[in-house]
Structures are given as structure tokens and as C-alpha cells.
């Protein structure tokens, strides 16, 4: 299974693109960051952002794309910017028919390093030691990225599982 992580930002928004399967060794294919400057006027940045994702869904060809959710910060302007990112690669991911997941930051942490509440050195250091990495990758959003598409692989199996028991189940209550 070949995941692009994505960790949504206007200013930096982090790709990283990880290749295996749940209980194997995993191998970072890409690891960056597509930036915008902040000066910049909001379209711009938001083209610039799909510029970036679609060069990377290009190079790197995922079957799969793993965003991080949006979840409610303080800072509301904050919030925006990244739901608009975020909404740049669902865009992207599904104008070329490749399936998205959304993870939330905490079970992206849970998944990486078994707490929901790591920090993000504690992320950068089980994404390094994980991907057999010389070194974390540089900015925390790369490293944050490769730490969705980690997650996602890692998930994707039980929680495909999960929804054909549903769907099963809610066959059956519908011939019954």
C-alpha cells in the first residue's frame, strides 16, 4: 500500500509519501513540504498548495491519501487556513478517484507512538525510528505528514474490516 500523508497548512503543508503494509518494516518513498508565502493573496496560496499536491500525486502515484481532520483550535484563523488546505488535497485526491482518510491529530499520535498526546519531537522521533531514518525530517509538518500516512497503513486494514462487518449486518437487517 503506497499512503500520501498530508498535514494541512497555508503557510507549510506537509507530504510524505510511506510504502507497506500493517506488521512489515515500512519505507518512506518522499518526504517535503509545499510552502506558500504568507503575503501572499489567499487564492494564490491555495494554487499553489494544489500545484504542490498534484505534483507530488504525480511523482508518487498513492493509492491511497490520509489528511489530518480539522479540529477546533482557538485560534480560528488558524483553523481556517488549515481547513482550507485540507479541503485543496480532498479536492485533488478526488478529482483522480483516489480514496482520502481523515485521521485526527490524536490518533495519529496514538498510532505512531501509543499516546494521543505526544509531542511533536516524541512524533518526529518514532516516525525516524519507524521509517529507519537517519535523522527526523525537518520541518515537524513533513515529519507530521509521514506520521499520517504511517497511521493510515497501519489502520486502513481494521478499519475496513469494521465496515464490511457493518455493511454486512445492515444487509442482513434489511432481508430480514
Given at each position: 500500500?503506497?499512503?500520501?500523508?498530508?498535514?494541512?497548512?497555508?503557510?507549510?503543508?506537509?507530504?510524505?509519501?510511506?510504502?507497506?503494509?500493517?506488521g512489515?518494516?515500512?519505507?518512506?518513498?518522499?518526504?517535503?513540504?509545499?510552502?506558500?508565502?504568507?503575503?501572499?493573496?489567499?487564492?494564490?496560496?491555495?494554487?499553489?498548495?494544489?500545484?504542490?499536491?498534484?505534483q507530488?500525486l504525480?511523482?508518487h502515484?498513492p493509492?491511497?491519501?490520509?489528511?489530518?481532520?480539522?479540529?477546533?483550535?482557538?485560534?480560528?484563523?488558524?483553523?481556517?487556513?488549515t481547513?482550507?488546505?485540507?479541503?485543496?488535497?480532498?479536492l485533488c485526491?478526488?478529482?483522480?478517484?483516489?480514496?482520502?482518510?481523515?485521521?485526527?491529530?490524536?490518533?495519529?499520535?496514538a498510532?505512531?507512538?501509543?499516546?494521543g498526546?505526544a509531542?511533536?519531537?516524541?512524533?518526529?522521533?518514532?516516525?525516524?525510528?519507524l521509517?529507519?531514518?537517519?535523522?527526523?525530517?525537518?520541518?515537524?509538518?513533513?515529519?507530521?505528514?509521514?506520521?499520517?500516512?504511517i497511521?493510515?497503513?497501519w489502520?486502513?486494514?481494521?478499519?475496513?474490516r469494521?465496515?464490511?462487518?457493518v455493511?454486512?449486518?445492515?444487509?442482513?437487517?434489511?432481508?430480514a
Amino acid at each position: 500500500m503506497r499512503v500520501l500523508g498530508v498535514d494541512p497548512g497555508l503557510t507549510r503543508c506537509g507530504v510524505g509519501v510511506v510504502e507497506g503494509v500493517a506488521g512489515r518494516p515500512l519505507t518512506m518513498i518522499g518526504v517535503g513540504v509545499v510552502r506558500t508565502p504568507a503575503d501572499a493573496d489567499l487564492g494564490h496560496r491555495l494554487v499553489a498548495i494544489e500545484q504542490g499536491i498534484e505534483q507530488w500525486l504525480d511523482e508518487h502515484r498513492p493509492e491511497f491519501v490520509a489528511v489530518e481532520r480539522v479540529f477546533s483550535q482557538h485560534n480560528v484563523r488558524t483553523v481556517m487556513g488549515t481547513a482550507q488546505a485540507s479541503a485543496v488535497a480532498l479536492l485533488c485526491a478526488s478529482r483522480r478517484g483516489i480514496p482520502v482518510a481523515l485521521h485526527t491529530p490524536s490518533e495519529v499520535k496514538a498510532a505512531v507512538t501509543g499516546s494521543g498526546r505526544a509531542d511533536k519531537a516524541q512524533v518526529g522521533a518514532m516516525v525516524t525510528r519507524l521509517l529507519r531514518l537517519s535523522a527526523p525530517p525537518k520541518p515537524a509538518d513533513a515529519a507530521d505528514a509521514l506520521a499520517l500516512a504511517i497511521c493510515h497503513i497501519w489502520r486502513a486494514p481494521a478499519q475496513n474490516r469494521l465496515q464490511q462487518a457493518v455493511a454486512l449486518h445492515t444487509s442482513k437487517g434489511r432481508t430480514a
